[in-house]
């Protein structure tokens, strides 16, 4: 049954907060921005239910295999005890000399998540880097609880992330049910779908540290990206 909801204007009105030796300007303007906060969660739950609301994704007829940090592994086995999978192409091909700073930032971020994530969901990191390099790479960062395995065929990289095989992030979910594996939903906002004078991005974002960033006067800004070190070159 669909719930009528009050008018994001009306419950801003309602709103009682106050910060200390703010104008009458200052409360009006905030208080406008309130309703389209209240609207924009709004927008993200609706978009999020039609995402649950999916037809059946395609199934997975390909036996797609990695290298694990074990030994190979296939699709089947990434989902280990769980009926959803994530997988995340990071960008570290072996013509890459270091792990793309920004995937970094995604990934540093899910490390410390990770226990909770996996009480619902199995979630893995896949690059086209040999293995060996990869978890040389996690070590070097500290991580512990990311999942990595390389996709040494680029079998799965070419259907799901970049047809070219190209060095691109790739975010996809994957669903399981009587034995049959199937896709769910893959990010698809890039470049062809960014807006004039942004960055291409999808929505909602993926690592807090753009949304922490849009809380203040700065923003994002347009002259600064994450590095994988601050104590020299990126």
């Not at 309602?14 to 200052?26: F, K, L």
């Not at 059946?56 to 296939?74: D, H, I, N, Q, W």
């Not at 769980?82 to 920004?102: E, H, W």
Request: charged share 25%.
């Amino acid at each position: 049954m669909t719930q009528t909801l009050v008018p994001a204007e009306t419950l801003a009105k309602a709103n009682r907060a106050h910060v200390p030796n703010e104008s009458p300007e200052y409360r009006r303007a905030r208080n406008a921005l309130l309703a389209e906060e209240i609207e924009l969660r709004r927008h993200l739950e609706r978009v999020a239910q039609m995402r649950r609301a999916l037809p059946p994704g395609g199934l997975v007829t390909k036996a797609y295999r990695f290298e694990g940090e074990m030994g190979p592994v296939s699709l089947a086995d990434l989902f280990g005890d769980k009926d959803t999978l994530i997988v995340y192409n990071f960008m570290f091909g072996p013509q890459r000399k270091a792990m793309c700073p920004s995937c970094t930032s995604f990934m540093a971020t899910w490390e410390k998540k990770m226990a909770d994530i996996e009480q619902r969901v199995a979630f893995v990191m896949v690059a086209r880097s040999p293995i060996a390099r990869i978890l040389e790479a996690k070590a070097s960062r500290g991580w512990k609880n990311l999942k990595m395995v390389s996709d040494t065929s680029g079998d799965y990289t070419r259907d799901y992330a970049s047809a070219e095989d190209e060095d691109m992030p790739g975010y996809s979910v994957f669903t399981r049910k009587d034995g049959a594996i199937r896709h769910f939903w893959s990010g698809e906002m890039g470049g062809a779908t960014a807006d004039p004078g942004q960055d291409p991005r999808g929505a909602p974002d993926f690592d807090p540290l753009w949304i922490i960033l849009d809380t203040t006067p700065g923003g994002r800004g347009t002259d600064w990206y994450p590095k994988l070190s601050y104590d020299g070159p990126a």
